[in-house]
């Protein structure tokens, strides 16, 4: 394939906070989030209309003029289809979905039942998260470090119930990247109160200081809440 000089889009993965909106506005398909960051996975796949550059939260998507293959339009088409078969229009892993809040605990006459999950939405993982899903407007936003919901053993019960639940790990993690994309979710959406749910352990500490940030930056004026959990389980900082 002949490279020529033409538009296309360039992504600048410092910018980028893996948001995921620009996937979505690529009719295309020419982007996909890579270990957390939109990537240009093919030049052919480009048709450099740009449709994607207002999507972009941040400013990380640019049209710049440099060789690269031409547009290919069947290639295009090919990809559409093997996509749609293969995954429906998208992996099923990221695609959002509301999972229901009002599930509760059910008794029954002699014995208890089974405890249900309180997970109100899918996906989970911050990193996945898309700040424009519906289900963020007007949610209470539980922001739990990776480890607390085996920590403690009613974590469903007592945090994620009426609550939408992001978790990230602040030792794992790049926290820059968690405060960008809680403040994408922050400035974007009626968010009600934020609760951080984090272990007692220094390095979780991290999590803790991107969500103040993130919190800050949308003004400070969301109710915001902390609680510790020990290493065996106990709650040693109730929510105030």
């Known amino acids: ?63 710049v003029e440099r060789e690269a293959a031409p547009f290919d339009e069947e290639l295009v088409r090919a990809r559409q289809a093997a996509r749609a078969t293969e995954c429906a229009g998208g992996c099923p892993g990221m695609a959002a979905m509301a999972l229901g809040m ?37 949610a209470h936003l539980l922001v739990a470090a990776d480890c607390a919901a085996y920590a403690h053993p009613d974590f469903h019960a007592d945090y994620m119930r009426g609550r939408i639940t992001v978790i990230g790990c602040p030792k794992l993690d790049d926290n820059d990247r968690q405060r960008e994309k809680l403040a994408a979710i922050l400035g974007q959406n009626d968010i009600r109160s934020v609760t951080v749910v984090r272990i007692e352990v220094p390095c979780c500490g991290g999590i803790v200081s991107a969500t103040r940030a993130a919190v800050a930056q949308a003004g400070g004026h969301i109710p915001y809440a902390e609680i510790i959990i020990g290493t065996d389980g106990r709650v040693l900082t109730p929510a105030s």
């Open 1 to 63: 394939m002949v490279a020529l000089r033409r538009t296309i889009i360039e992504i600048d993965e410092d910018q980028c906070n893996g948001c995921g909106l620009c996937v979505d506005a690529c009719h295309e398909g020419a982007i996909e989030l890579v270990e957390g960051k939109a990537r240009l996975v093919s030049d052919a796949y480009c048709d450099g209309l740009g449709d994607c550059l207002p999507e972009c939260p941040t400013g990380a998507i640019r049209l």
């Open 102 to 138: 009002d599930r509760e605990r059910e008794t029954g006459d002699e014995t208890e039942e089974p405890a249900r999950s309180a997970l109100g939405q899918w996906p989970v993982q911050l990193a996945l998260l898309n700040p424009a899903a519906p289900y963020l407007d007007g």
